[in-house]
């Protein structure tokens, strides 16, 4: 299926429309992506599922398009004939949505009702699954927080997604689309793009043991959030458009760990003093932060019978793993 879930770069340029196939290995599907044209090659993260469109058999084909243009959107929508949608793309980076304000609501808040509007004027009955996030508690109202605890958004990128999740809702309500919200919350992997907190620490662990690199400079170290990995959360996603009805779900470990505690975890797992090698740049404060984020996902327990399997501890340790394998590579290719 469709692998790449929130685990999307900062300027993310995939929606993955899907069609069953046969069950043949996998879950079956056959997966069209959307991708922004560039004038450089920007699909690194998925180059190991990509096969050359001519050979028989392949199930992963992609489209150019953008979340900014609905007249192609509605294209892809009529020539694909997707049965489910998985809105995944957005300009998702909370610090840069402050930077680029109108554009991260064009993309993320209003791409999305391009797509549910493609949906309707098209009549297809495709499941509708939207990206939604725990940034949309912001200042939160509850801990941890659930389906029903009220949002407060802290940035652009909050506002966009508070958006979308309500134009979600209210096309499922005033129209029958069968659309759900999954409420993620920070979910990792190594295909995080780089300068998410996660992975730009356990990057840089990498690159430091390995002496390449002295210096990591970070923001906010005080800030909790609720992380999960990736892989998980790409299931529960899936489970909630295999359901009968559309619902909104919170998906989220119910664990809160702070920055620093990342940072503790991923340094001393390789024999590192993150002290040693940790500088604070104030570039990386937001003008209003997110304090504290941990999510309360009994709904997804007990209604998809979704646990996660991947807990704090193993998560930074696999990541760090896949970047000091990842940087062994490269120097091995090097030589
Ligand atoms: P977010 O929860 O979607 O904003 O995910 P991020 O990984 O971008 O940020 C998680 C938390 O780490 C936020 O509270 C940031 O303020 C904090 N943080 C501290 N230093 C950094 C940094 O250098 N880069 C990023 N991206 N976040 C940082």
Same mark, same amino acid.
């Given at each position: 299926m469709a692998s790449r879930s929130g685990d999307r770069p900062a300027n993310s340029s995939y929606k993955l429309g899907t069609q069953k196939h046969g069950e043949k290995g996998g879950k079956g599907y056959e997966v069209h992506g959307i991708i922004r044209r560039a004038s450089?090659?920007?699909?690194e993260r998925i180059d190991h599922l990509y096969?050359?469109?001519?050979?028989?058999?392949?199930?992963l084909f992609l489209h150019f398009g953008d979340m900014a243009d609905s007249t192609n959107l509605i294209k892809l929508l009529y020539r694909i004939q997707p049965e489910e949608i998985y809105h995944l793309a957005a300009q998702s980076h909370v610090r840069v949505s402050f930077d680029i304000p109108e554009y991260t609501g064009d993309v993320t808040g209003l791409g999305t009702v391009r797509i549910l509007e493609g949906v309707r004027e098209t009549g297809l009955k495709a499941k509708f699954y939207q990206a939604s996030s725990s940034e949309m508690y912001g200042k939160v109202h509850e801990v941890p927080q659930r389906e029903t605890t009220p949002f407060y958004p802290r940035s652009p990128y909050g506002a966009a997604k508070v958006y979308a999740y309500w134009v979600t809702v209210n096309y499922r309500e005033?129209?029958?689309?069968f659309s759900c919200n999954g409420i993620l919350f920070n979910h990792e992997s190594?295909?995080?793009? /780089?300068?998410f907190v996660t992975r730009k620490i356990t990057r840089a662990v990498a690159h430091i043991k390995t002496g390449l690199q002295d210096k990591l400079y970070l923001g906010n170290l005080d800030a909790k959030r609720d992380w999960g990995y990736a892989k998980d959360y790409v299931e529960a996603i899936w489970l909630m458009l295999q359901r009968a009805q559309p619902e909104d779900y919170v998906i989220a470990t119910g664990e809160t760990h702070s920055v620093r505690e990342f940072l503790e975890e991923a340094f001393s797992y390789v024999g590192l003093d993150w002290r040693s090698h940790v500088e604070i740049d104030p570039?990386?404060?937001?003008?209003? /932060?997110?304090?504290l984020l941990v999510g309360d996902a009994s709904k997804a327990r007990r209604e998809l019978n979704w646990e996660p399997k991947v807990k704090f501890k193993e998560l930074v340790r696999l990541m760090v793993d896949a970047d000091m394998a990842a940087l062994k590579r490269r120097q091995q290719h090097d030589l």
């Open positions: 450089t090659f920007n699909t096969q050359d469109p001519h050979i028989n058999g392949v199930r005033s129209y029958g689309v190594p295909r995080r793009g /780089e300068t570039w990386y404060y937001r003008p209003a /932060e997110v304090d």
